[in-house]
């Protein structure tokens, strides 16, 4: 049988108070999760649901989990990824009445899948995905659970791929809402909190400086845009990588080189993938590249840098640092990988994940979300569906009057104009 968390730790009492506190702090900083929890605690839209997750369980997470408990559901979770759980986090959500966590930090691939396995016995009504791990699962190995689900929430890019791959074939069987898609996550999220983290989190584990350097971006969509444009922020030279020419064009217009992998692969000290695919640097790249060169990953998965290419390119592998883990080439070159090619973000040794402010208004929309399915459960056809627009504003308001920003509204006459086609010059 899969263990909980307190079933894993030696002194669960001790993890869960300071997975108490970094919850605590996390809290204070996050104003749109703080309303939603009055009127959750209030109205109870949760009643009744019982809601199968599988996110990277962290502070932040943990606020939103709470929050889900807050308003009357039953929560089981597990972690996305085998290195972003904090145990102790983990521990202090398995504290919180209605929650029961599976999720810890190092499980191999059986028990990762296992985990998955004990959070579906939750019996649930609602998913909340960030990878799409969860509800693949729940297809292939569970479709008997289909039909008493509302639907579903997928947080990442990763995941509302899969998902939409799914959906194409036929295999999607319940609704899912594309969080990742939405105007309140994806220009926020995508951009600042992945480019703040990943370079941060780069800097902090390999304790070198990035300015001066040539950071080579791998992917121009918003996670690549946000990448490139913290570490142009950050003083270095941005090459980005591409195999869509209007988003090569998009960052060659924004000033930034745009090269073929092989060739960045000669240009770059700092490497950083973006782009949710596998193979994006492999044997032929590392054959170019610097002594000394760096690489990360900032996708969902651990295949975007070919890893068992770059193993039997090496002569030996070693730890050189938390974090760190250096290939050594046979003419003498070293290729640095940080966390192990996961989500550098999250994986690490110091890997915090996006900043608090940003998370709040990610789960802000991830939260009205699973309101809005245990609420109206036969609004939604199987299949993967935008969140509605009313949705997202909703939370952009609450966080524009928690920042203490006001806005203009249209008058009756801009509004009857903005909807008018018969309006000429």
Same mark, same amino acid.
């Given at each position: ?194 480019? %703040? ?188 569906? %935008? ?39």
């Amino acid at each position: 049988m899969t263990r909980t968390i307190a079933e894993r730790l030696d002194d669960p009492e001790a993890a869960q108070a300071e997975g108490r506190r970094k919850m605590d702090w996390a809290e204070a900083h996050m104003p749109i999760l703080a309303e939603l929890r009055e009127s959750f605690a209030a109205e109870q839209p949760l009643d009744g649901e019982r809601i199968a997750m599988a996110m990277h369980v962290e502070a932040k997470t943990a606020v939103l989990v709470e929050l889900l408990a807050i308003g009357g559901a039953e929560v089981a979770i597990t972690g996305c990824n085998p290195l972003s759980t904090q145990d102790d986090v983990s521990a202090a959500l398995h504290a919180v009445d209605g929650v029961t966590s599976y999720a810890a930090h190092g499980v191999d691939t059986e028990e990762y899948y296992d985990a998955i396995e004990a959070v579906v016995d939750v019996d649930p009504t609602i998913t909340v995905d960030d990878g799409a791990d969860m509800v693949t699962h729940i297809h292939d190995e569970h479709p008997e659970l289909i039909p008493q689900l509302k639907g579903g929430c997928e947080e990442t890019t990763t995941g509302v791929h899969r998902l939409r791959s799914m959906a194409d074939d036929g295999a999607l069987d319940y609704p899912m809402f594309a969080v990742n898609d939405t105007p309140m996550k994806t220009l926020f999220d995508n951009v600042h909190g992945t480019g %703040e983290s990943a370079m941060a989190n780069i800097a902090m584990t390999t304790n070198l400086a990035v300015a001066g350097k040539t950071v080579v971006v791998a992917g121009y969509g918003y996670c690549g845009r946000g990448v490139a444009k913290k570490a142009s922020g950050m003083n270095a030279d941005v090459v980005v990588t591409e195999v869509d020419p209007r988003r090569a064009l998009e960052a060659h217009m924004e000033g930034h080189e745009v090269l073929p992998m092989n060739e960045a692969a000669a240009e770059g000290d700092i490497f950083v993938t973006t782009t949710g695919n596998r193979d994006v640097i492999t044997r032929e790249d590392f054959e170019q590249m610097a002594d000394g060169v760096v690489l990360a990953n900032a996708g969902h998965f651990d295949v975007e840098i070919n890893l068992a290419e770059l193993d039997d390119l090496a002569e030996t592998r070693r730890e050189v640092r938390d974090g760190v883990e250096e290939y050594a080439l046979p003419d003498g070159r070293r290729v640095n990988v940080l966390a192990e090619g996961r989500l550098v973000n999250l994986a690490g040794p110091l890997s915090m994940g996006h900043p608090v402010e940003v998370m709040d208004q990610s789960f802000g929309v991830q939260a009205v979300c699973v309101r809005e399915l245990a609420a109206n459960p036969d609004a939604y056809d199987a299949g993967v569906h %935008e969140v509605p627009d009313r949705l997202d504003r909703e939370v952009a308001e609450v966080k524009l009057d928690a920042e203490d920003i006001d806005i203009d509204t249209l008058s009756d006459e801009q509004r009857e104009y903005m909807d008018s086609w018969d309006h000429g010059t």
